[in-house]
Nanobody, 127 residues
Framework: QVHVVESGGGLVQTGGSLRLACAAS????????MGWFRQAPGKEREFVSA????????RYADSVKGRFTISRDNAKNTVYLQMNSLKPEDTAVYYC????????????????????WGQGTQVTVSS
């Protein structure tokens, strides 16, 4: 069992920045791929960004490329999402997931390949 907890959400103005953090339990954190997804009211959960177990392979949704940066600190069992130049359309609940089966890297963007999820953290960007 892996326990995932997100933090760092909040209210920010357009153009502002936030850094989300996701802490995951387990001595084998360094073997998990980690991903961020978001869900806005009335919409389906969508992929935002993912990082593989080594940190050498990252993925971003086109809507956040150049503005968001994902990173991980395996010594702290934590993955981060630095969000800059935030827009009102970034408003959503952001969820962090842990992907245990890392054999198919092409599925890092697919929420169905993530086995464990946190409760989510709200990000609100005001215009």
């Amino acid at each position: 069992q892996v326990h995932v907890v997100e933090s760092g959400g909040g209210l920010v103005q357009t153009g502002g920045s936030l850094r989300l953090a996701c802490a995951a339990s387990g001595r084998t954190f360094s073997s998990y791929d980690m991903g961020w997804f978001r869900q806005a009211p009335g919409k389906e959960r969508e992929f935002v960004s993912a990082i593989n177990w080594s940190g050498l392979n990252t993925r971003y949704a086109d809507s956040v490329k150049g503005r968001f940066t994902i990173s991980r600190d395996n010594a702290k069992n934590t993955v981060y999402l630095q969000m800059n130049s935030l827009k009102p359309e970034d408003t959503a609940v952001y969820y962090c997931g842990a992907r245990i089966d890392v054999t198919n890297v092409q599925f890092m963007t697919d929420s169905r390949s993530y086995a464990y999820w946190g409760q989510g953290t709200q990000v609100t960007v005001s215009s």
